[in-house]
């Protein structure tokens, strides 16, 4: 079997590090600039992806003018691992993420007009989380697949508080294992049904190893279940002032649909569609799936700047 080709990076980025001061460690950050006027986007990934899984998504941004700011998450790519075990995927609280997102804001951004925010899965809802504290930054967001809900019940997530309490948060929550050959099989897989572009990404894993990473944690799951309960508490969604667009997966298993779906009606200025068909990954989906988002990407993301009296602050407030 011939070795998928690797989307290679579009020409012009920039890939540094970005030390996170008081939390430790470093982010790894892309800046790419675009020929055009349109502004930035802010490109969140999602829990255990990368930077190079997006180099697609970031050519067709900036084929549409925008400049694009990304990062690995903590604790993921080729950001700075949390525990002595790599592939475990933790976090106490996703505070953490969220103060990574102020300081990558704060420090890397740069503006040639608005910036907007495209983000997938545990990346939209941490954007959501900044847009509820920090109001006015961020002019319009797409969120893909948003981690609104998981599939799991009362007993399961009593479990998980309790094994938090009893000292267990760096272990693997059950099923939880690393990064194995059984992550490699196409058939059935929850991400995405484009096979090629599935494919891809396990070359990206055997080129660069290190970006490998393994299920979540007790510590991480917890700290999830509450941040979702943060989000879902009566008037939080309420108070978000920015206009949302989410795009919901049809056919995804990994994330709660109808979470997103009441998420998205307690949200003042949201409007929500669903890709039929489409798995947990709707940027690594097949051609037509991308091809629906981006029609309504382009619907919603303004063709042109506002007037610089509705422009959001060049810095957000500190």
Not at 156 to 184: I, M, S, T, W
Not at 185 to 190: D, G, H, V, Y
Not at 193 to 215: M, V
Not at 221 to 231: E, P, T, V, Y
Request: net charge positive; charged share 20%; with cysteine.
């Amino acid at each position: 079997m011939a070795r998928p080709t690797l989307t290679p990076a579009p020409p012009g980025g920039a890939i540094g590090t970005l030390a996170l001061g008081g939390q430790g460690g470093h982010l790894r950050t892309g800046v790419w600039r675009a020929v055009g006027g349109r502004g930035g986007v802010l490109l969140l990934g999602g829990r255990a992806e990368f930077i190079e899984k997006y180099h697609q998504t970031i050519g067709e941004l900036l084929g549409r003018g925008f400049d694009v700011f990304t990062f690995d998450w903590p604790g993921q790519g080729g950001s700075s691992r949390l525990l002595a075990d790599p592939q475990k995927g933790h976090i106490g609280n996703f505070a953490d993420y969220l103060a990574a997102l102020d300081r990558f804001i704060a420090d890397v951004v740069t503006r040639r007009g608005p910036l907007y925010g495209l983000a997938h899965s545990m990346g939209a809802h941490c954007l959501l989380r900044y847009l509820h504290d920090r109001p006015g930054v961020i002019e319009r967001v797409v969120c893909c697949a948003t981690l609104a809900g998981l599939h799991l019940g009362a007993a399961q997530r009593l479990l998980c508080h309790l094994a938090v309490r009893a000292g267990l948060g760096k272990r693997y929550a059950p099923g939880q294992h690393p990064f194995n050959e059984a992550d490699r099989r196409f058939a059935n897989n929850r991400l995405t049904g484009d096979r090629a572009r599935f494919d891809e990404y396990l070359a990206w894993l055997e080129c660069k190893p290190g970006l490998q990473l393994g299920g979540v944690t007790w510590g991480w799951l917890d700290a999830a279940l509450r941040s979702m309960a943060l989000i879902n508490a009566p008037g939080y969604a309420e108070a978000v002032e920015t206009g949302v667009l989410m795009v919901r997966a049809g056919a995804d298993r990994v994330v709660s649909r109808s979470a997103q779906a009441r998420l998205a009606a307690r949200l003042p200025r949201a409007k929500m569609i669903t890709l039929d068909g489409a798995r947990h990954e709707i940027l690594r989906e097949t051609d037509d799936l991308r091809a629906a988002f981006w029609r309504a990407f382009d619907d919603f993301i303004p063709a042109t700047p506002p007037s610089p009296e509705h422009a959001p602050a060049d810095r957000p407030p500190q």
